[in-house]
């Protein structure tokens, strides 16, 4: 049976519940974008759950941010809608249309608890800032920028999908 993902911002004025099958943290991302909205060095958007399971109390007080894509040669509005508290900050979710089904909670904003992955994947490193040293495993893999491997391959590729 999915995982139910319970989360908050910290003034408690956001909480939502959402549905995963997909809930293994293994995913840090070392993007300028990431580090600079949920304020880390990884740690960002690292789960998936249905985007149609969205339970949400507080939307007043929900705002979302479309960041500025600004690599070289390139200059857009990012498709991604970072949803975060209005009275606190905290980085609570990203959606997507281009992938309609899903929703990627923060796991910083997740109350319920998480397993701990047998290995983690680390991303946009060619991003970090300079005073990040990545703590990596000896099964960890690493990228300069995305993994071809999906959240949910990588779940079902190590019998970690939750039926």
Known sequence: ???TLEGSC???????TMVSHTPQPYQ???C???RKTAGGGGFA???AALSDSLELRGKRDRRLFRAVIDDPGRREVSNAER???ARCGTALWVYDDR???LIHPFASAIDSPLPVPPAKVHLMLRFKAAWVTPD???DDLCFDDFPVQSIEDWHKSRGLWVP
Request: aromatic share 14%.
């Open 83 to 85: 949803h975060f508290c």
């Open 10 to 16: 910290r003034c408690g004025a956001v909480a939502f």
């Open 32 to 34: 300028t974008i990431c």
């Open 136 to 138: 990596i495993g000896p």
């Open 45 to 47: 958007i690292n789960l």
């Open 1 to 3: 049976m999915p995982v």
């Open 28 to 30: 840090l991302c070392y």
């Open 99 to 101: 992938w309609p089904a």
